[in-house]
């Protein structure tokens, strides 16, 4: 059992920066790949990011490339998701999700993941 928890979520006009963290319990999250998801009112779920066991390896949708980053620190049990230049679409419920796949690559379905937190809103204005 892994239970997540987000924070890090806000008001923040566009342009801007915030960085979610999502903390897990447990002695096994080195061994779950995480992933970032969102869903914005009225809108179905949507991959963000995903990040391999060992943060060797990373995946994005092509919407935030080159803007959002996501990051783990096995030792904390925490995984980030680092959003730069915002923008009023990035507006959204933003989850992360635990998936304990051996062979990850970037599952974009929600089905797939095993795990979800709680979820933190983030909302750009413009």
């Known amino acids: 059992q892994v239970q997540l928890v987000e924070s890090g979520g806000g008001l923040v006009q566009a342009g801007g920066s915030l960085r979610l963290s999502c903390a897990a319990s447990g002695r096994t999250f080195s061994t779950y790949a995480m992933g970032w998801f969102r869903q914005a009112p009225g809108k179905e779920r949507e991959f963000v990011a995903g990040i391999s066991r060992i943060g060797t390896r990373t995946y994005y949708v092509d919407s935030v490339k080159g803007r959002f980053t996501i990051s783990r620190d096995n030792a904390k049990n925490t995984v980030y998701l680092q959003m730069n230049s915002l923008k009023p679409e990035d507006t959204a419920v933003y989850s992360c999700?635990?998936?304990?796949?051996?062979?990850?690559?970037?599952?974009?379905?929600?089905?797939?993941?095993?795990?979800w937190g709680q979820g933190t809103q983030v909302t750009v204005s413009s």
């Open positions: 999700a635990a998936d304990s796949n051996a062979y990850y690559r970037g599952s974009q379905g929600p089905n797939e993941y095993d795990y």
